[in-house]
């Protein structure tokens, strides 16, 4: 199969709106009415529902590492690296949703940890580390992705760094307007509604 069919597939599982639904299924309506207007994690944590938070994190971290866990199990590594990034550019980019998605971080960090775990797991735990110290959760997402290429230059193969390095710049491209708020100084911390 060629490389589109298994960006494909990672597509579809990606795109799949899962803190929309779970809000939804919840009774909070649309997720996309609050805070940053964003479906992922740290914007339901916005609703005060620390429970839906977690399954939404934990279920759009699963979408990505099936898609690579799948397309590796049909085709071998380099369709799961495809797959991967399908399933990024689904999250990010829903055709569901009028292709406006989340910022890909739970996401990003499945498709590297199924990619190849020393990296994503090396990744996450900048995330949490700078998480806890500064409470802004895009700046420890931005620190993480960006520190996820230079991981993968040392953990795994070339692959992998390219993949990371395309899923950096995704992120990155998504988190413009954090990027402005950080900036500014007027980044929200993590646990705040607005």
């Known amino acids: 199969m060629p490389p589109a069919s298994y960006i494909l597939l990672g597509y579809l599982l990606g795109a799949i709106p899962f803190g929309l639904l779970l809000t939804r299924a919840a009774g909070l309506g649309d997720i996309r009415a609050i805070g940053s207007g964003n479906i992922g994690a740290t914007n339901v944590l916005r609703t005060g529902r ?90 420890a997402t931005l620190a993480s992705f960006a520190a996820a290429p230079i991981l993968a230059a040392r953990l795994a193969d070339s692959g992998v760094v390219k993949l990371a390095l395309a899923i950096a710049v995704l992120v990155f491209v998504r988190h413009h307007a954090n990027i402005r708020r950080l900036l500014a100084g007027t980044e929200p911390r993590i646990g705040t509604k607005a």
Not at 66 to 75: D, G, P
Not at 94 to 123: D, E
């Open 50 to 139: 620390k429970g839906l938070a977690a399954a939404t994190l934990l279920l759009d971290g699963l979408k990505g590492a099936a898609a690579v866990l799948i397309a590796f199990s049909l085709a071998g590594h380099e369709a799961a690296l495809w797959a991967g990034l399908g399933a990024i550019l689904g999250h990010l980019f829903p055709v569901w949703l009028g292709f406006h998605g989340g910022k890909g971080a739970a996401t990003g960090y499945g498709v590297l940890i199924a990619a190849a775990w020393p990296v994503g797991l090396a990744a996450g735990a900048i995330w949490l580390i700078l998480a806890k110290l500064a409470r802004i959760s895009s700046l």
